[in-house]
């Protein structure tokens, strides 16, 4: 079956330190991924998307992911984390042949000082 | 600049009465979605339109209905609210097999 997972419930960082936050998938055929983040009380904004090609992809807010096909992860890096960064995260995938969009449980971020 | 529009932000009902919560976008695009997000949980797939063809999730509860009258609209109908349908709900679209956007979504408070 067709799933992402997020191992992680919770993370708490150091602002300026780096991020990474975890997502794993499974798909048959290639999947198409993508990352999320969502403050309190907001709808969800797309950080990045992979599709195909290069497998190291910049988004928005400097951060990026790394499609990785032999661990079958797509992790979101920052390398200096703000304050204003703390929220939920999800990871979310679909493919092309299809509607269903299938999201992991998300990751809490938090900051501290 | 808004792309996916949700109004209103924030809808009180109450036990029983029927409510609606639209939702609209000038992307043009052919798939619409709501989803039913509550506190510390991902959003939960509700049903899809795919152009006009209705997509039901298989849980979905028959309480929860859709109607999308046009390409920009689609609406959320709760027959009968229940306090366990208090929740945020999410409106997205999308191109088939591409990047869902969102908007900011409903929050419903059912009293």
């Known amino acids: 079956a067709q799933s992402v997972t997020q191992p992680d419930i919770h993370i708490t960082v150091s602002e300026g330190a780096s991020l990474e936050l975890r997502c794993n998938y499974s798909y048959g055929a290639t999947p198409y991924l993508f990352w999320y983040v969502q403050s309190p009380g907001q709808g969800l904004q797309l950080l990045l998307k992979y599709f195909s090609g290069d497998t190291l992809v910049q988004g928005i807010k400097g951060f990026e992911a790394e499609f990785k096909r032999s661990q079958s992860s797509f992790n979101l890096r920052k390398p200096s984390v703000h304050w204003s960064d703390a929220a939920e995260y999800f990871c979310a995938g679909t493919t092309n042949t299809g509607n269903q969009f299938y999201f992991g449980t998300g990751t809490s971020l938090t900051v501290i000082p | 600049d808004a792309m996916v529009i949700q109004n209103p932000r924030y809808q009180v009902t109450q036990f029983g009465k029927p409510v609606t919560l639209s939702c609209s976008q000038t992307l043009n695009h052919n798939v619409m979605y709501w989803y039913q997000q509550k506190s510390s949980q991902a959003p939960k797939l509700l049903f899809h339109?795919?152009?006009?063809?209705?997509?039901n999730e298989a849980d979905t509860p028959d309480n929860f209905q859709s109607r999308r009258p046009n390409t920009s609209f689609c609406f959320l109908d709760i027959r009968s609210p229940g306090l366990g349908d208090a929740a945020m709900y999410l409106c997205?679209?999308?191109?088939?097999?591409?990047?869902?956007?969102f908007g900011p979504g409903t929050r419903l408070l059912v009293l």
């Open positions: 339109y795919y152009d006009k063809d209705f997509n």
């Open positions: 997205a679209t999308s191109r088939k097999g591409e990047t869902q956007y």
